[in-house]
T-cell receptor
Framework: AQSVTQPDIHITVSEGASLELRCNYS??????LFWYVQSPGQGLQLLLK??????LVQGIKGFEAEFKRSQSSFNLRKPSVHWSDAAEYFC???????????FGGGTRLMVKP | DTGVSQNPRHKITKRGQNVTFRCDPI?????LYWYRQTLGQGPEFLTY????????KSRLLSDRFSAERPKGSFSTLEIQRTEQGDSAMYLC???????????FGEGSRLTVL
């Protein structure tokens, strides 16, 4: 069975600083990997996904993530954080191009002015 | 609005009562998913449908839970004899075959007193 670990429950960064959110997964086959963002009281919005090919994937809102098979990681990055990026971020691994996603516990991002 | 719609958004009920949530997916999407999210946790898979067929159910889905998608369009999730442990956000998502992205609704929050 697949699993996802997001080691950081809370992260606080200053506006304009760079950001990296960690994600480690466990899955026996080639994983389908996703990052979602959830603002308070809202549903989840897809930031980016990795299925195959280039291991550095670009997403919306200036986010990118890099798949590293040797480290079983799929970390999310952004070079300069905006106050509007404050939210909860979830990494997920799926089978069959996204069926039955397994989510990590999430990382809550706070942005200092 | 052409997104995933969930109703009601909030439901407060007394222990032992039955509740039903409805999800209207994006119209051309043939796959529909239910997830449960408790406070501070990532979403957990409950069940999914392809058209009207329920193809997978999590062990989290006890006998008190039942989901239907009778005409392959909207879906309902019923919880019978609610317990305080059922208090959570119930998320619905949909996607079309061949793409990986799940589109989530804003969720139905259940509070069991």
């Amino acid at each position: 069975a697949q699993s996802v670990t997001q080691p950081d429950i809370h992260i606080t960064v200053s506006e304009g600083a760079s950001l990296e959110l960690r994600c480690n997964y466990s899955y026996g086959a080639t994983p389908y990997l996703f990052w979602y963002v959830q603002s308070p009281g809202q549903g989840l919005q897809l930031l980016l996904k990795y299925f195959s090919g280039d291991t550095l994937v670009q997403g919306i809102k200036g986010f990118e993530a890099e798949f590293k098979r040797s480290q079983s990681s799929f970390n999310l990055r952004k070079p300069s954080v905006h106050w509007s990026d404050a939210a909860e971020y979830f990494c997920a691994v799926g089978t069959n191009a996204g069926n039955m996603l397994t989510f990590g516990g999430g990382t809550r991002l706070m942005v200092k002015p | 609005d052409t997104g995933v719609s969930q109703n009601p958004r909030h439901k407060i009920t007394k222990r032992g009562q039955n509740v039903t949530f409805r999800c209207d997916p994006i119209s051309e999407h043939n796959r529909l998913y239910w997830y449960r999210q408790t406070l501070g946790q990532g979403p957990e898979f409950l069940t999914y449908f392809q058209n009207e067929a329920q193809l997978e159910k999590s062990r989290l889905l006890s006998d008190r839970f039942s989901a239907e998608r009778p005409k392959g369009s909207f879906s309902t999730l019923e919880i019978q004899r609610t317990e305080q442990g059922d208090s959570a956000m119930y998320l619905c998502a949909s996607r079309s075959t061949g793409t990986g992205e799940l589109f989530f609704g804003e969720g139905s929050r259940l509070t069991v007193l």
